[in-house]
């Protein structure tokens, strides 16, 4: 409470950082008053946000790294680790899901309310909203070449937005669940869409047709973890209990099959080893690095060039792609651009949510406890249980670390490949960021991890995790602890390069 009376008027003074405000007394009405209030610090300087963080997502093209939280929305300079703009209440409701559109200039926000609004990411101004949901939204997504805004809630609907400018109108939405949907991927690259919900079923949806290509049953618990191994040609899955699935998609010849099961195992000082939930999972796949994240705030680190190698001599293809040979099989091919159908998709999900029982509470933390009896393995047309193709031991678990002191809520794998031609690169490399320059191209490679989690905290990592720092709000002129591998050299490279290539496009 700044005094006792009315506020006439407010300004900011940029060059002082002092906010000016006027007004008149409660008492003595005549007796107009101006007070000079100066900024000192936010009320946790060492943390990114006052609340829990929802998501952490870098553009390329901004330099920037945005964050969410309650109903707050972050800017940061990527480069200096600087926070540039802060955008207060920018919903209603406690935001849930973020995602940036195909130019990175706008913000798509989802919150507990069911509602979607588009956020000009320069100064915050909401756009529009789109029709909203009947439940929270749990995630969203952004198909560039299509510009369509993929998004899902509790409800069990998945919806899918046409990006038209003025004009937002629903294309397709999809009833494919009976229970809360908690996970939603999709791959540009294999045209697919992936959902799952608490009763533990799986889902894949073909974009242009919104059909349903495939269901996976083999989880009973909640699904925690869904992502996309695109150059592996698979996708991940994640349940309460911790078990990890790995599924084989098209263009696999044998598709939809399970091809290994472990379990997320993590090392929290000073516990012993105990069992977690896994949350997020990315691959770096020059390096064969399955990197998954989970509810304790650890990152384990995983091997996967065996499983690739297996997968290859299983049903590996030739350079034609057809007969068998010791290629891992190509992406299908790009199809003309083309919105998805209009309409409505109805898949009657017969899964509901099973109540969990003490045995199963009791194992989620024992490592002693095979959570593998709890899963459901479908069946083949014989009857047989189809059981996993690779033993566990064939994915192994290079390292791990603690990240966070509580749930990692997303995790980014941040690639970058910048070619310098003929000129040197700028600057000493940062110590932990993977760095691979050659001397003959000067390319330069910058490879790490963006954490959020709730506990307020956004860091910095490098992929033998190794700390490259974390956001912290108080920091006002120097970041103390930020070591970002992309440069400022780096971004001016790309920045001309952008501009050359979209110069030839012209000419």
């Known amino acids: 409470r700044v005094f006792d009376g009315t506020v006439t008027s407010i300004t900011y003074v940029s060059r002082l950082d002092r906010i000016l405000v006027a007004g008149i007394g409660s008492r003595e009405r005549k007796v107009h008053k101006m007070y000079a209030l100066d900024y000192e610090r936010p009320a946790a300087p060492e943390v990114a946000d006052e609340g829990p963080?929802?998501?952490?997502?870098?553009?390329?093209?901004?330099?920037?790294?945005?964050?969410?939280?309650?109903?707050?929305?972050?800017?940061?300079?990527?480069?200096?680790?600087?926070?540039?703009?802060?955008?207060?209440?920018?919903?209603?409701?406690?935001?849930?899901?973020?995602?940036?559109?195909?130019?990175?200039?706008?913000l798509i926000i989802g919150d507990e309310a069911g509602v979607i609004g588009i956020y000009n990411i320069l100064n915050g101004t909401l756009i529009q909203k789109l029709e909203s949901h009947s439940a929270d939204i749990c995630a969203l997504g952004y198909c560039s070449s299509s510009k369509c805004i993929l998004s899902a809630s509790w409800a069990g609907r998945v919806s899918i937005h046409l990006d038209s400018g003025d004009k937002m109108r629903i294309l397709r939405q999809i009833d494919g669940h009976a229970t809360d949907i908690t996970c939603m991927v999709y791959s540009i690259d294999l045209g697919l869409i992936?959902?799952?919900?608490?009763?533990?079923?799986?889902?894949?949806?073909?974009?242009?047709?919104?059909?349903?290509?495939?269901?996976?049953?083999?989880?009973?618990?909640?699904?925690?973890?869904?992502?996309?191994?695109?150059?592996?040609?698979?996708?991940?899955?994640?349940?309460?209990?911790?078990?990890?699935?790995?599924?084989?998609?098209?263009?696999?010849?044998?598709?939809?099959?399970?091809?290994?099961?472990?379990?997320?195992?993590?090392?929290?000082?000073?516990?012993?080893?105990?069992?977690?939930?896994?949350?997020?999972a990315a691959l770096h796949a020059p390096t064969h690095t399955l990197y998954i994240a989970g509810s304790k705030g650890v990152v384990n680190a995983y091997d996967t060039s065996a499983l690739l190698e297996a997968l290859i001599q299983w049903q590996g293809v030739d350079v034609t792609g057809k007969q068998k040979g010791k290629m891992c099989p190509p992406l299908p091919p790009r199809q003309i651009v083309r919105n998805p159908r209009e309409g409505r998709s109805f898949v009657p999900d017969p899964r509901f949510n099973r109540p969990f029982s003490d045995d199963i509470l009791l194992a989620s933390g024992d490592v002693?406890?095979?959570?593998?009896?709890?899963?459901?393995?479908?069946?083949?047309?014989?009857?047989?249980?189809?059981?996993?193709?690779?033993?566990?031991?064939?994915?192994?678990?290079?390292?791990?670390?603690?990240?966070?002191?509580?749930?990692?809520?997303?995790?980014?794998?941040?690639?970058?490949?910048?070619?310098?031609?003929?000129?040197?690169?700028?600057?000493?490399?940062?110590?932990?960021?993977?760095?691979?320059?050659?001397?003959?191209?000067?390319?330069?490679?910058?490879?790490?991890?963006?954490?959020?989690?709730?506990?307020?905290?956004?860091?910095?990592?490098?992929?033998?995790?190794?700390?490259?720092?974390?956001?912290?709000?108080?920091?006002?002129?120097?970041?103390?602890?930020?070591?970002?591998?992309?440069?400022?050299?780096?971004?001016?490279?790309?920045?001309?390069?952008?501009?050359?290539?979209?110069?030839?496009?012209?000419?």
């Open 368 to 507: 002693t406890k095979d959570v593998a009896q709890y899963l459901d393995w479908p069946r083949d047309k014989s009857g047989a249980e189809m059981r996993c193709k690779f033993p566990n031991t064939i994915v192994k678990k290079r390292f791990g670390w603690v990240a966070h002191d509580d749930s990692i809520k997303s995790m980014q794998l941040i690639q970058e490949k910048f070619d310098l031609g003929s000129s040197a690169a700028g600057g000493e490399d940062p110590e932990g960021a993977a760095t691979n320059n050659a001397s003959s191209h000067n390319v330069l490679e910058a490879v790490c991890i963006l954490t959020a989690s709730t506990d307020q905290r956004v860091r910095l990592w490098g992929p033998d995790g190794g700390s490259l720092g974390n956001l912290r709000q108080g920091d006002r002129t120097k970041a103390k602890l930020w070591k970002f591998p992309v440069t400022d050299e780096m971004v001016r490279v790309r920045r001309s390069n952008d501009a050359q290539q979209l110069m030839m496009q012209v000419i």
């Open 194 to 280: 992936g959902t799952a919900c608490t009763s533990g079923a799986l889902r894949m949806w073909e974009f242009q047709d919104v059909k349903l290509t495939a269901s996976f049953e083999a989880h009973t618990t909640e699904v925690t973890l869904l992502a996309f191994l695109d150059e592996y040609r698979c996708f991940i899955s994640g349940d309460f209990l911790g078990n990890l699935i790995i599924w084989t998609i098209s263009p696999w010849k044998e598709r939809h099959v399970p091809v290994v099961q472990f379990e997320f195992i993590v090392k929290v000082p000073p516990e012993d080893f105990t069992r977690d939930t896994p949350t997020s």
């Open 53 to 106: 963080l929802v998501r952490a997502i870098y553009s390329p093209i901004n330099s920037t790294v945005t964050t969410a939280s309650v109903r707050t929305v972050r800017v940061w300079d990527a480069t200096s680790g600087l926070l540039r703009k802060t955008y207060g209440n920018v919903t209603d409701a406690t935001i849930t899901a973020m995602c940036l559109d195909g130019r990175e200039r706008r």
